[in-house]
């Protein structure tokens, strides 16, 4: 992270509870499965990387500066970034991004441009994401955002464990086709939840 867009200094973060959202778990309330089954918008993978992370740059306030932005970038050219992007009328609404790693996937941030983009972002990405096999779904803090989606916090002792075990295991974000069909993820995520 980086204190704001203008600091030249990069840090980690290691919070003492950690949030995680359930692949098995993610919360589809009846207000976003109605807006799932109204449509009106496109799903991608991967479509437009860049501008996933600008858009979550894009705000008074921000920890991405320019070369968090770079090395997110050559992350994403290297295979171990992902976006997924939510299109409305041809123009980007929302999306999120984040870094694959085994069978973990640390979600960095996201944003919306439109209302419930950012939601319909995490339940495309949280269905992919179970049917590749991750298993963890790493998002660093707790919002009331997240956690009305299923979001959990968990200790750094509990964190760690289930990190160590994903990363044991191999995922890849390629493992399945994107299925960009939002009656199959409401499909998917009824029988799952």
Not at 135 to 157: K, M, N, Y
Request: with cysteine; proline share 3%; net charge positive.
């Amino acid at each position: 992270m980086a204190e704001s867009r203008d600091s030249a200094e990069i840090f980690w973060v290691d919070p003492r509870c950690r949030g995680i959202l359930p692949l098995d778990g993610f919360h589809i309330s009846r207000s976003l499965a109605r807006r799932i089954r109204c449509g009106g918008y496109q799903a991608t993978l991967n479509a437009d990387f860049d501008a996933v992370v600008a858009g979550c740059a894009d705000r008074r306030e921000t920890w991405i500066n320019d070369e968090i932005a770079r090395l997110y970038g050559e992350l994403h050219t290297s295979g171990h970034a992902h976006s997924l992007e939510i299109w409305q009328d041809g123009a980007l609404a929302g999306g999120v991004y984040g870094v694959a790693i085994g069978a973990a996937f640390f979600g960095e941030s996201m944003f919306s441009r439109r209302t419930d983009a950012s939601k319909l972002a995490l339940a495309h990405l949280t269905d992919h994401l179970w049917r590749c096999g991750f298993e963890l779904f790493d998002t660093q803090f707790i919002t009331p955002h997240l956690a009305s989606l299923g979001a959990v916090e968990v200790s750094r002792a509990i964190y760690r464990r289930r990190l160590r075990a994903a990363l044991a295991k191999p995922a890849s974000v390629n493992a399945r086709p994107f299925d960009p069909s939002a009656q199959s993820v409401l499909q998917r995520r009824t029988q799952t939840s």
